[in-house]
C-alpha cells in the first residue's frame, strides 16, 4: 500500500524534528524543510527539501519542485516559527518584522502555494500557541510573537471557512517544549519528542474541523 505523505516544516530541530521522525517511524512518507535543506534524518522515506519562509522566492522554488514531481501531500504541518521578542517587555521593530515575516506572511503565503497540492482529504495543521489566545492573555510580554499566533489562528479560520467540506482543518498549541525558539525553554514541561506524540494522536484522530487544539490537555483553546 502506497504511504502516506506529510510535509512538516522547520523540521531541522525541535518539534519539527521530532515529528519527523515520528511520522517515519509510524510508516509515513516525510518531506521536512529548513532554510538549509540539511536534516539530520537518515531514513529512506525522509526528503529534507530547501524552505526560506521570509523569501517569496524561496516559496515559488519549492512549489515549483513539488508541481514538476505531481506530489500531493495527505497532511500539512506548518510548524517552522520563531520568537526572537520572546520574554522581551515591549515590540521592537526588527523582531517584530522578522516574527511576522516567517509565523504570518511566510506561513500564509507557503499555505496559499501548498492548497493545490493538497487533495480533497487532506489534513493542514498550523502549529501555533496558546499565547496567540485572546481569551486567556494577561501578560503583557512577547508582543509580536503572541500577536502573530493570533494572526495565525485567524488565517487557520479563514481557511476552514474557504474549504468547508474539503480539508480537515486545526491550529494547535504544542505544549511548553524544550527547544531553541527562545533562551528560558529549558524548563519546559515537555521534550520534543513528548510534544510530537500528542501533536500526532491529534493529527491521526478525526479532529472537527476550524479548531484550535491544545494538545497538552487535549483539550480546545480559548481563542
Ligand atoms: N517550544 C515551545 O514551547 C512552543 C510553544 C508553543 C508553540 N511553539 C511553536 O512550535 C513551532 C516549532 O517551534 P520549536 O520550539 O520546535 O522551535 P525551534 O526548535 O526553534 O525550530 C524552529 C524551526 O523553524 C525553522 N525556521 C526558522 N526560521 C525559518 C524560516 N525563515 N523559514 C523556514 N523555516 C524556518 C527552523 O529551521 P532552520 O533554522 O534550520 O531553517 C527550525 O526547524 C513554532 O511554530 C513555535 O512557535 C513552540
Known amino acids: 500500500m502506497k504511504k502516506q505523505l506529510v510535509l512538516i516544516t522547520g523540521a531541522s530541530q525541535g518539534i519539527g524534528k521530532a515529528l519527523a521522525e515520528l511520522f517515519l517511524v509510524q510508516g509515513y512518507q516525510v518531506i521536512g524543510t529548513s532554510r538549509s535543506g540539511n536534516i539530520e534524518i537518515n ?3 525522509f ?3 530547501i524552505l526560506d519562509l521570509t523569501q517569496m522566492e524561496s516559496i515559488k522554488s ?3 519542485k513539488i508541481a514538476s514531481k505531481g ?3 495527505d497532511i500539512l504541518i506548518n510548524n517552522a516559527g520563531i520568537g526572537p521578542d520572546l520574554g522581551t517587555s515591549l515590540p521592537e521593530e526588527r523582531s517584530f518584522d522578522q516574527t511576522f515575516d516567517v509565523n504570518v506572511k511566510g506561513q500564509v503565503f507557503f499555505t ?3 492548497i493545490k497540492h493538497l487533495p480533497p482529504s487532506a489534513k493542514l495543521i498550523n502549529v501555533s500557541s496558546k499565547m496567540g489566545s485572546i481569551e486567556q492573555c494577561v501578560g503583557t510580554d512577547s508582543v509580536a510573537y503572541r500577536m502573530s499566533k493570533t494572526a495565525l489562528n ?5 481557511l476552514t471557512n474557504r474549504y468547508e467540506g474539503q480539508f480537515q482543518i486545526a491550529t ?5 517544549v524544550r527547544t531553541n525558539i527562545s533562551g528560558d525553554n529549558s524548563k519546559g514541561r515537555f521534550s520534543p519528542e513528548e510534544s510530537a506524540a500528542m501533536i500526532f494522536d491529534f493529527v491521526s484522530s478525526n479532529f472537527k474541523t476550524g479548531i484550535f487544539w491544545n494538545v497538552e490537555t487535549n483539550s480546545a483553546c480559548d481563542w
Open 47 to 49: 526528503e529534507a527539501m
Open 62 to 64: 519549492f512549489e515549483a
Open 154 to 158: 485567524m488565517y487557520t479560520k479563514i
Open 71 to 73: 506530489t500531493m501531500f
Open 172 to 176: 494547535l498549541h504544542p505544549g511548553w
Open 43 to 45: 531514513h529512506p522515506s
Open 112 to 114: 496559499e502555494a501548498m
